[in-house]
């Protein structure tokens, strides 16, 4: 589903923001979306196509003021996170593998989507912003 519904949500936005001349696209991968994780094959190659997808993307239709980019969460205090981990010591394990130590939360996606789509990031298209806490700094 995440590559399946991203490739149809851009099909849509990109005729939509042809007609008007330009456009933001913003889609969600993670940091398996770079990185790969052990017990998540599936999940990460889905990620790993949404990124190819934002990058290519954005060479077919940059020159149309389109841009296209992606957020990249590492761990985020969602409900998809709880169902991964299954409990309060992974999530803990988790948060030490990032530079901040903690988990990420919902509302610092929300304004990392908020910057990509503003004015402020209109010479920014097909980066990756990893929103990770520093995760895949290192």
Do not use: C, W
Not at 10 to 30: D, F, T
Not at 108 to 128: K, N, P
């Amino acid at each position: 589903m995440n590559v399946l519904g991203t490739v149809l949500s851009m099909k849509h936005e990109l005729r939509a923001m042809q007609a008007q001349g330009r456009g933001s696209i913003i889609n969600v991968s993670s940091t398996f979306g770079h990185e790969g994780g052990a017990g998540a094959s599936i999940y990460a190659a889905s990620k790993h196509a949404v990124e190819g997808l934002t990058k290519s993307v954005v060479l077919e239709f940059g020159a149309s003021g389109i841009r296209v980019n992606a957020v990249a969460p590492g761990p985020i205090q969602t409900a998809m996170l709880d169902r991964f981990t299954g409990g309060e010591d992974v999530k803990a394990y988790l948060a030490t593998l990032n530079a901040q130590k903690r988990i990420g939360q919902p509302d610092e996606i929300a304004r990392a989507v908020l910057y990509l789509a503003s004015d402020d990031a209109s010479f920014v298209t097909g980066h990756i912003l990893n929103v990770d806490g520093g995760k895949s700094a290192g």
